[in-house]
């Protein structure tokens, strides 16, 4: 999927140019993780970001932590793909 976001709101946003993207990236995966809609590791990889950089940045934004089924798995083949 690609999201396009109009010319006119890209300039308007107040950032250098190289930070609009991963900007724009972090705000989307902060809002939808803090609404329930994305799981907090589906939410790093929106971001591009790793989940403790995710989770560090949540924690900064007061988003309350989220802990479903889908976070259990993701942990699991984490600590799988480790051994």
């Known amino acids: 999927m690609i999201l396009e976001v109009p ?9 250098p140019e190289s ?8 705000e989307l995966a902060c809002a939808l993780y803090g609404q329930g809609i994305l799981s ?5 990889q ?11 940045e949540a924690g900064k934004r007061g988003i309350p932590r989220h802990y479903s089924e889908e976070d ?8 799988d793909d480790r051994k």
């Open 72 to 79: 259990l798995r993701q942990d699991l083949k984490f600590a």
């Open 19 to 26: 930070e609009k993207k991963r900007r724009l990236e972090l």
């Open 46 to 56: 929106l971001a591009e970001i790793s989940r403790m950089e995710f989770w560090e």
């Open 40 to 44: 907090a590791g589906r939410a790093a």
């Open 7 to 15: 010319d006119e709101v890209v300039r308007a946003i107040q950032l």
